[in-house]
């Protein structure tokens, strides 16, 4: 099992530059499915997920070439055969292929998808959504039998703006007979990605990026190039570290619009932020102010960037509360951030910091990807070794991320 050991309070300075983001790159590689002809995808993140999707793709016959982050995946003649467990159970977004190959093929045989368990991530959206479509849903213990004579267009309402069932009902009502609309859907950049990629390929989606989505079914979707927007959980890490100890930290390849919730609680807790067209420089200030955060879907505050924000919220002066909405298990970090000094507690689904604490180093676990970053950034403020172990979940997300860290200053090994 590898770790990562950091030795902590080095200034970082210089320059990093931001991947192609995780959550839409792990939506567009199964989207590709659906294409009648080749694809070409750029800036694809190099990272497990990725690969564990170029595995599937792989074992249905695909053709994929991936090299320098451009990703060439022939999807043409592909055998629509159930996806084994042990490979699904890999990713969360291994359930976008259920819906590429049900929109495709009119039938997928898959099991419940994996992912951090951060909560209980039910899919009942996803298959109501199947269902208005004119599917059959057989499920028997963790495994869905998805059949139909054939796919047409309906109205499917959500019951909250999941981008998993968005993109889900986005990619099975493609290739539909009629017009599908989404209300309440999400309004995710990941969303209007796919809607693009799909659109550059002959699909006629509008509305994604607003909570009502139209899609109106087309017979056959041509070839085509595309490019995965910036990550923005990514971006928003390394920002966040920046506030912790940037002396002029250059984050490059953003795109400032998608983390302005984040860049705005920065400003006051009062970090020095200079914003460029497609970077930020950011300095750490003198004193933190405190701030009360809620997560929520976008353009709200990311719930992904809650566990990486609580480590900041440990250096601001006074008590802070984070009300997590999205998921009632996200809070595992905190135990180990206590284990390094911190002082917080958590009743419900909101955690309440007192700061500011010095942090120390110790051994900690990344339970969840997300856990893992708020553990890095911890380890990177702290007195001391910090050991992380666990970090096959860090890895999942975060491209190259030992080398960026090193590059601009940190101590930071993976052994
Ligand atoms: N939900 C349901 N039923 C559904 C779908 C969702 O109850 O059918 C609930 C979930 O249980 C959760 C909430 O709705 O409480 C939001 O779930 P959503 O479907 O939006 O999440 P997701 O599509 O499973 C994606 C990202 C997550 C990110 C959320 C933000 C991918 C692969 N994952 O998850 O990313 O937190 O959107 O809403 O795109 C991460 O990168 O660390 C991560 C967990």
Redesign the pocket.
Same mark, same amino acid.
């Given at each position: 099992m590898q770790k990562i050991t950091i030795h902590g309070k080095q200034k970082l300075s210089g320059t990093i530059t931001i991947s192609g983001a995780?959550?839409s790159a792990?939506?567009l590689i199964p989207a590709a499915v659906l294409c009648d002809e080749k694809t070409t995808i750029f800036n694809v993140p190099n990272i497990s997920d990725t690969n564990a999707l170029i595995e599937i793709l792989t074992f249905l016959g695909a053709k994929v070439n991936f090299e320098n982050e451009k990703m060439v995946i022939d999807s043409s003649n592909i055998e629509n055969k159930e996806i084994p467990e042990e490979i699904s159970n890999k990713l969360?977004?291994s359930y976008y292929f259920m819906a590429a190959l049900l929109g495709k093929y009119k039938k997928v045989e898959m099991h419940f998808p994996g /992912?951090?368990s !951060? /909560?209980?991530?039910? !899919?009942?959206?996803?298959l109501k959504a199947f269902k208005i479509l004119g599917a059959k849903i057989v499920e028997e213990k963790d495994k869905y039998t998805i059949t139909a004579d054939e796919l047409i267009g309906g109205n499917v309402y959500l019951d909250?703006p999941?981008?998993?069932?968005t993109i889900n009902t986005i990619l099975a009502a493609t290739k539909a007979k009629g017009t599908t609309v989404i209300e309440n859907a999400?309004k995710?950049p990941?969303v209007v990605n796919v809607a693009i990629f799909l659109n550059n390929m002959g699909a006629k989606i509008t509305g994604a990026g607003t909570s009502e989505i139209r899609i109106t079914g087309v017979n056959k979707l041509h070839s085509c190039i595309h490019e995965v927007i910036p990550d923005r !959980?990514e971006a928003g890490t390394y920002m966040i570290a920046g506030a912790l100890l940037g002396d002029k930290l250059k984050i490059e390849n953003v795109i400032p619009e998608h983390v302005e919730a984040l860049t705005l609680k920065l400003k006051d807790i009062g970090v020095n932020i200079e914003e460029g067209t497609d970077y930020f420089i950011i300095s750490r200030p003198d004193k933190f102010k405190v701030v009360n955060i809620k997560t929520l /879907?976008y353009p709200g505050f990311a719930?992904?960037l809650q566990q990486p924000i609580t480590t900041l919220l440990t250096q601001c002066e006074g008590v802070s509360n984070i009300e997590e909405t999205?998921?009632e298990n996200r809070f595992q970090n905190v135990a180990y951030l206590n284990k390094m000094g911190a002082d917080i507690s958590v009743y419900k689904d909101i955690a309440t910091i007192k700061g500011p604490t010095k942090l120390h180093g110790c051994e900690v676990a990344a339970t969840d990807?997300?856990a893992g970053a708020c553990l890095v950034l911890a380890g990177l403020i702290a007195d001391g070794t910090t050991t992380i172990t666990n970090v096959e979940h860090l890895l999942r997300?975060y491209e190259k991320i030992i080398q960026k860290l090193t590059n601009v200053g940190a101590k930071i090994e993976l052994n």
């Open positions: 995780k959550n792990v939506a969360r977004a /992912g951090c !951060i /909560g209980a991530r039910p !899919i009942d959206q996803t909250m999941s981008v998993g069932a999400a995710e990941e !959980i /879907g719930t992904d999205i998921y990807l997300r997300g």
